[in-house]
């Protein structure tokens, strides 16, 4: 994983990154901060150590806050950032590099959320048996690729045609009912991002997954250099999936949603 492997220019004084290019040298060239924040930032981030926070659109487009960096310096970055109200108002939730949340929580009404994880895959996967049966999805099959996720996948925060630039594909039975699919799109920095990867029940272990992932990655690497997904981290089939296909740069996170006042 990457951490915030930099530090601002004088560690205890609370500084302003103001940049995209300031961010990656001070993160070491975090892949995460590369292909998953725009350039230029939707808002300064700030500094205090080896710790940095910046205001953050997630995939789903909710507004949180990212915060990188070892616990003791981000105990001290998150208590100055609230002591001088320098956090968005109204902020929704927190994404922390996994390890610092205790951290966070000192200062802010965490609730519930999840852990999960951020790779990335920058080389084609080679192709895999059943890329063959992969069909292309469009609008008009939304309620089935909607009745696939509600059975086999409800924790995706894929939305279906609900976002630009999104391209699924599909597997179907011989009768043609749904077997498996899944989607790429744009992500908030513009690059190919996969989610909604999913298998009937009946179809798993059969290799539609693996289809799905590797045919739209590749594709996403032909036309971006990059594709990039996230997972949650029980999800042990997932992960080597995933890393078999090419995928690393890992960054662990842990996401919680803010108490309303």
């Known amino acids: ?39 230029p930032l939707v808002g300064a981030a ?30 001290a970055l998150v208590g100055e950032l609230v002591a001088a109200r320098l956090l968005p108002d109204p902020l929704g939730s927190v994404t922390v590099e996994r390890g610092s949340l205790t951290s966070v929580a000192r200062h802010l009404p965490v609730t519930e959320g999840n852990e999960w994880e951020w790779l990335c895959a ?47 594909v599909r597997v179907r039975a011989d009768d043609g009912s749904l077997l498996a699919c899944g989607v790429r799109e744009p992500n908030v920095a513009g690059y190919p991002h996969l989610s909604g990867i999913t298998v009937h029940p009946t179809a798993r272990g059969t290799g539609l997954g693996l289809a799905v992932t590797a045919k ?33 740069e890992a960054h662990l996170w842990s996401s919680r949603r803010l108490a309303t006042a």
């Open 122 to 168: 920058t080389q084609p996967p080679s192709q895999v048996p059943a890329e063959d049966r992969l069909e292309v999805l469009g609008d008009a099959d939304e309620a089935p690729i909607r009745t696939l996720l509600a059975l086999a996948n409800q924790r995706t925060e894929a939305r279906p045609f609900e976002r630009a630039d999104q391209h699924w």
């Open 1 to 39: 994983m990457t951490h915030a492997s930099g530090s601002c220019a004088n560690n205890a004084v609370l500084q302003e990154i103001s940049s995209h290019e300031e961010l990656l040298a001070f993160s070491g060239g975090s892949a995460f901060l590369r292909w998953d924040i725009p350039s």
């Open 216 to 248: 739209l990655t590749r594709e996403a690497v032909r036309d971006a250099g990059v594709c990039t997904l996230g997972m949650y981290s029980d999800n042990e089939v997932a992960r080597r999936l995933y890393t078999g296909l090419g995928y690393g």
């Open 46 to 75: 700030h500094c205090l150590g080896a710790a940095m926070a910046l205001p953050r659109q997630t995939h789903t487009r909710r507004h949180g806050l990212l915060v990188m960096g070892p616990p003791t310096d981000v105990d």
